[in-house]
């Protein structure tokens, strides 16, 4: 999937895990473990969000491990494995602590 990152609403850096979104219109939906312009580790969330009330679909994709401040306006996204599906949390505490688990998941999956 390729696309111009677009603006997010910044939840994803509230929570610690600083996203690159891209608009979406597919049927793929979940949390994967994924690369970004072929040589960044990341994990990917594809679909709604509903724990934030946002049924609209988008890509949005934290890289593993980045230290850059500039990345490319247009980025491409390979999903390599599917971690899990799209879940409704409680509450951000309990959607931050999945993440952390998904990015241990992907960190491990990568070595």
């Known amino acids: ?38 040589k960044y580790p990341a994990v990917a969330h594809v679909g709604e969000r509903p724990t ?3 049924k609209k679909q988008t890509l949005e994709v934290h890289l593993l491990n980045f230290e850059g401040e500039d990345f490319p306006q247009t980025i491409e996204v390979e999903l390599l494995e599917r ?3 799209t879940v409704h949390f409680g509450s951000l505490e309990e959607l931050k602590a999945q993440i952390a688990l998904d990015v241990q998941f992907a960190k491990n999956w990568y070595t």
């Open 1 to 38: 999937m390729k696309g111009s990152v677009i603006k997010g609403n910044g939840v994803g850096t509230k929570l610690g895990f600083p996203t690159l979104n891209i608009a979406y219109n597919g049927d793929e939906s979940g949390v994967f473990v994924a690369k970004v312009n072929g």
């Open 52 to 54: 934030i009330g946002d």
């Open 83 to 85: 971690i899990r599906g």
